[in-house]
């Protein structure tokens, strides 16, 4: 299901001239015969060599980035930008290293707010010496009894103050519901979207921009947004979409994450989304214990997660899409999650046959648990990977949470970034923000630094699966590499330390000093200075 590129109408339509660089290309990469200069004509590149002068009299601005580097600019392929937005101007728990400074925030904020809604994210109870989630009296009395909705790390449980469960009547029958206000499943889906109802266009278009701002600023040139009937609204997504249009900045395209049979494939098309896919959840996530698992939590032995679809549903949805020439996909974590949905993939391509399943450029989400069959059906049916390498910076070192929950045998088999590249699917790396941050580079050195070393990926695989690949993922092709004639999508970055034909990310990633689209800055730090 392959796109062409669309330019924004906010492209630039002027001559640059980029000298003094290290120029990252195919043929190149982080070697010495890099070349050093490249020339933007209107939105597109035009030239790339060594020799600048003989384009100096022809461009309409020249800037001299003094050794930095240049390369393609990120692709986050999995994102929920108001999520993000709101809390990048509010209540970030993710760097919170106990219970008791959870709290402390929390009650801070509260005294912000003074009384409205308190939407919080990030807490990690594996993260902290108490090894427990805030109880809804401490939230209560930390917030003064205002409504309050804190979503755990992985945003499929969230701990909701009194306020906001009496204001969701008959929430004690729905499953998931905990009188100590730790919701997941069912009640926790209830609880999110009375929260995210509170949110009006204003502070959602507040949240885009600061998203896409953000995101400028670590060398994102392209969004895809996960948007879905739970977890955000058709005017948010419908917002969202048209803000990229008329404002610069990371372009952005959207997915919808609702059933074909429930009017997902008429809502996707009404809005402008190009997939019925995303976070249409198969299971949920394995911290909040609700990714479907063949067998048992090791640290909860009473329950194997929980299933939101069936076979069937994912064989009817995947059938639909493709006949309605939308990409289908699916959230999926858990091992049974995942054999819940390529049994309906396969059962989907035994109707239509596996060549119609392979143009529609179907893709997963996440896709944390994936044995052997599930990746060579993958390949098979050309199904994308989308996946965060960050979650095994998070949660996969000895003693993390995987082992927590898995335990040692299973948590070894988490993110199979390099079995799944090798064997020919199509990885894309995002960061499911808020869930991690919008930081490409410390998904780079992620993927680089597995701690399952056979499941490390190259640095020019890591570069390639978070900037080429996130295109192809969206079904855009010849976007995404520094080469004559493809879109001018690039970001530069400070000069920094070589180490031989690769960049050392031992300590993080280098600073972002301009980010371009389609030949127009979205994003500049104030150091380069153009003649």
């Not at 009473?302 to 493709?322: F, I, N, R, S």
């Not at 034909?501 to 600073?511: R, V």
């Amino acid at each position: 299901m392959n796109r062409e590129f669309q330019p924004p109408n906010w492209q630039a339509n002027r001559r640059l001239l980029i000298t003094g660089a290290v120029i990252y290309t195919p043929q190149y990469l982080f070697t010495a015969a890099a070349p050093t200069a490249l020339l933007i004509t209107d939105g597109i590149i035009t030239w790339i060599g060594n020799d600048a002068t003989t384009h100096h009299d022809y461009a309409d601005a020249i800037v001299d980035v003094r050794g930095a580097l240049v390369l393609p600019g990120f692709v986050d392929a999995h994102v929920h930008t108001t999520n993000t937005g709101i809390i990048l101007m509010g209540l970030d728990l993710s760097a919170t290293t106990s219970l008791a400074e959870a709290l402390t925030l929390i009650s801070a904020a509260a005294k912000t707010a003074r009384g409205g809604v308190l939407i919080g994210h990030g807490w990690d109870e594996t993260r902290w010496p108490e090894s427990r989630a805030p109880t809804r009296t401490e939230v209560d009395r930390a917030t003064w009894g205002s409504v309050a909705y804190l979503s755990r790390i992985d945003v499929h449980s969230a701990v909701a103050s009194s306020a906001l469960l009496a204001a969701l009547p008959g929430i004690e029958q729905v499953a998931g519901y905990r009188a100590d206000g730790l919701l997941s499943r069912g009640a926790h889906h209830l609880a999110r979207e009375k929260a995210l109802d509170s949110i009006g266009s204003g502070q959602r278009a507040s949240a885009h921009r600061i998203t896409r701002s953000h995101a400028s600023a670590h060398g994102i040139v392209s969004m895809h947004e996960m948007a879905g009937p739970t977890i955000s609204s058709t005017d948010d997504l419908r917002e969202l979409l048209e803000l990229a249009v008329h404002e610069p900045g990371p372009m952005v395209t959207g997915y919808w994450g609702e059933l074909a049979s429930h009017g997902g494939i008429e809502r996707a098309k009404e809005i402008g989304a190009i997939g019925v896919a995303g976070d249409l959840f198969i299971d949920g996530a394995l911290g909040s214990r609700t990714a479907c698992l063949r067998s048992h939590y090791e640290d909860e032995p009473t329950t194997h997660g929980a299933q939101y679809l069936m076979v069937e549903d994912v064989e009817d949805h995947v059938l639909k899409a493709t006949e309605a020439g939308l990409q289908a996909g699916f959230h999926v974590i858990g091992d049974k999650a995942t054999d819940i949905v390529m049994n309906g993939f396969r059962a989907a391509a035994s109707r239509c046959g596996a060549e119609a399943i392979r143009m529609g450029a179907h893709r997963l989400e996440h896709a944390e648990m994936l044995d052997d069959d599930h990746i060579a059906a993958m390949n098979e049916l050309c199904i994308t990977a989308s996946m965060q390498s960050m979650f095994d910076s998070l949660w996969g070192a000895p003693g993390g949470m995987y082992q927590q929950r898995l335990g040692s045998f299973r948590a070894a088999k988490m993110n199979r970034l390099a079995d799944i590249s090798s064997a020919g699917v199509l990885l894309a790396l995002g960061s499911d923000s808020p869930v991690t941050v919008m930081d490409p580079w410390l998904a780079v050195r992620a993927a680089t630094q597995h701690h399952q070393p056979q499941q490390r990926l190259t640095i020019d695989k890591a570069i390639n699966a978070h900037t080429l690949s996130g295109w192809a993922a969206a079904g855009t092709l010849g976007v995404g590499q520094l080469v004559v004639g493809a879109p001018a999508h690039l970001a530069i970055w400070e000069p920094y330390e070589l180490a031989g034909p690769i960049l050392d990310l031992s300590s993080g990633g280098p600073k972002c000093l301009r980010t371009i689209v389609s030949g127009a800055t979205v994003f500049d730090n104030g150091t380069l200075a153009e003649q």
